[in-house]
C-alpha cells in the first residue's frame, strides 16, 4: 500500500467563550464570540519518521512584553 506524503494544512477559525462552555452540554446557554485568530495544523509527513505533533502559539508569545513578564 502506498501512503501519500503530501503536505497537508488546516485552518479553523478564532473564538472566545466568555461564559457556559461545559453548560451547553446540558441544553444551557453560552455567550460565545469569533476571534481574530485562526488555528493552524500542518502535516509534512516524512519517510521513516514517527508521527508527533507540534502545537506553537506565536501570537500569544509575541504579544507578551515585558509589562507582563
Do not use: C, Q
Amino acid at each position: 500500500m502506498w501512503l501519500s506524503l503530501a503536505l497537508v494544512i488546516a485552518t479553523a477559525p478564532g473564538k472566545l467563550i466568555l461564559t457556559g462552555e461545559y453548560a451547553v452540554l446540558d441544553g444551557a446557554p453560552a455567550i460565545v464570540t469569533a476571534v481574530d485568530r485562526r488555528a493552524v495544523a500542518r502535516r509534512d509527513a516524512v519517510r521513516g519518521s514517527s508521527p508527533f505533533l507540534l502545537a506553537v502559539a506565536h501570537e500569544i508569545a509575541n504579544k507578551r512584553g515585558a509589562d507582563h513578564a
